[in-house]
């Protein structure tokens, strides 16, 4: 399973950001899908998550400001991001339930 994100970007704080992760593996429509963040000098986080049957969690730190979506036919999780804080500024990261990963994207949050 290969997952490409993609949505790098500099957005000015209260702006929007939309993340895109395709993946290239088999069975995505039964798998949860997870959007995680690290930021310098900090641990991964979870930020969000939606199940198989599309249920969605969130951290704390995001909720109310970013949405989790999939698309299964295209084999697509989305997070859209909004009202973005200076803090939000990471490389977020997508992954599979059972434990794929893609490559990071930064986003970068300006003040």
């Known amino acids: 399973v290969q997952l490409q994100a993609s949505g790098e970007g500099l957005v000015q704080a209260g702006g929007s950001q939309r993340l895109s992760c395709t993946s290239s593996g088999g069975a995505f429509s039964f798998k949860a899908m997870e959007w995680y963040r690290q930021s310098p000098g900090r641990q991964r986080e979870l930020v969000a998550r939606?199940?198989?049957?599309?249920?969605?969690n969130y951290a704390d730190s995001v909720k109310g400001r970013f949405t989790i979506s999939r698309d299964n036919a295209k084999k697509a999780v989305y997070l859209q991001m909004d009202s973005l804080k200076p803090e939000d500024t990471a490389v977020y990261y997508c992954a599979t339930s059972d434990g794929f990963w893609g490559q990071g994207t930064l986003v970068t949050v300006s003040s």
């Open positions: 939606i199940s198989a049957n599309f249920y969605e």
